[in-house]
């Protein structure tokens, strides 16, 4: 769901499934709004209807999934991490620990026992070539944040996920170091509940702040751990054009904030607090929870790449924008990609 910020009204996203990018030139490709002229939640219920499923086993799997994710959460509070007792991945900056391992066996588990015949696709149990599918999985990364979770800093979280016909329809993200979990069910809204109990509508300001140009926004960005190659040289000049002066052809950003967690930052940006997320590199897993979050928070996910305003949830490139009037975020995702010239993320 998103909000009209001129008529206040909620309106439905269409479920429906787009058309891949036609490569053409960024100025004249379709926007969202002229490929969902009448945005719906009918083809939603279609779909469910296909596996069995209605709007309210998806408010059930969501109620499932926060059970797991404050058992996730107390398992990370309980465990005692440090950098010497985690493992490499790819390199150095690429880490996973034993309680990674633990959280995602519990998830599977309590999942498959509740609900035996929805596929799982989990970041420590993924294989090389697993394709997320039109049927029903849920989409698990036990600690995202794991380089932030291992130096106590405390800005980490669980997040899972429900896919339907590749598109995210429950979204549950939990960080037990603060005790903020952020849900949502697609047509159902978006929430924050915080460690008191009180209980938010995202984005946190019923209004949003207009959002005229880059040059008012506070972006989040990511470095990942591939520090070498194209797509590295990608991330540093982009930061650069986004923070520096606007007579030397930079956006002048507000700022840049790197937080460690794509996950939190996708829900940073459901919420208000960030205004943009331009991340080419992460997987599925660290993105689906929170772009179900911030669609049903008004906000809109198109390509990190110029051109693409459908990106697949595999896709590993994401722009992740606030709620705002469509046409601003529209504006800014195209002045963010024009900054980008021919440079491309490429994996
Ligand atoms: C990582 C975080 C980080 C992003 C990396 C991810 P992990 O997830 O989301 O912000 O830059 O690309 O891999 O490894 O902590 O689950």
Redesign the pocket.
């Known amino acids: 769901m998103r909000t009209d910020m001129r008529s206040g009204q909620k309106q439905y996203l269409s479920f429906r499934d787009f058309d891949s990018p036609d490569g053409s030139d960024v100025s004249t490709a379709p926007t969202p709004d002229t490929m969902t002229p009448n945005p719906t939640p009918n083809d939603l219920k279609v779909i469910l209807a296909k596996y069995l499923m209605s709007e309210k086993t998806l408010r059930e799997i969501r109620d499932s999934l926060v059970d797991i994710a404050r058992n996730a959460g107390q398992m990370m509070i309980n465990a005692d991490p440090s950098v010497c007792t985690s493992d490499t991945k790819k390199n150095t900056s ?2 996973v620990t034993e309680t990674d391992k633990a959280i995602e066996k519990m998830v599977h588990s309590r999942l498959q026992s509740a609900y035996p015949n929805i596929d799982f696709l989990g ?1 420590e149990t993924f294989k090389v070539g697993q394709k997320l599918s039109d049927k029903p999985t849920f989409v698990c ?1 036990p ?5 932030n979770f291992i130096h106590g800093f405390p800005n980490t979280a669980v997040s899972l996920a429900l896919t339907v016909a590749k598109k995210p329809v429950v979204g549950v993200i939990y960080n037990p170091f603060r005790g903020d979990l952020y849900t949502a069910v697609k047509g159902q809204g978006a929430y924050l509940t915080t460690a008191s109990g009180r209980t938010h509508n995202l984005p946190i300001r019923s209004t949003p702040a207009a959002l005229p140009s880059l040059n008012g926004c506070l972006v989040a960005l ?4 591939e520090r070498q190659g194209p797509n590295w040289d990608l991330r540093t000049s982009m930061s650069q054009t986004l923070l520096s002066s606007r007579s030397t052809g930079g956006a002048m950003v507000h700022s840049i904030r790197s ?5 939190l ?1 996708f829900c940073y940006v459901a919420a208000g607090q960030m205004d943009l997320f331009w ?1 080419g ?3 599925i ?2 993105v689906c929870a929170g772009w179900c979050i911030l669609e049903e928070a008004g906000g809109m996910v198109a390509s990190a790449n110029p051109g693409d305003w459908r990106p697949e949830l595999e896709g590993r490139c994401y722009l992740a924008v606030r709620g705002a009037m469509r046409e601003e975020q529209e504006s800014v995702v195209r002045e963010l990609w024009g900054l980008m010239g021919k440079r491309r993320f490429v994996f």
């Open positions: 690429d880490r970041e990364d600690i995202d944040g794991t380089l990511e470095w990942g751990s937080s460690g967690s794509a996950a930052d991340e590199g992460c997987w897993w660290d």
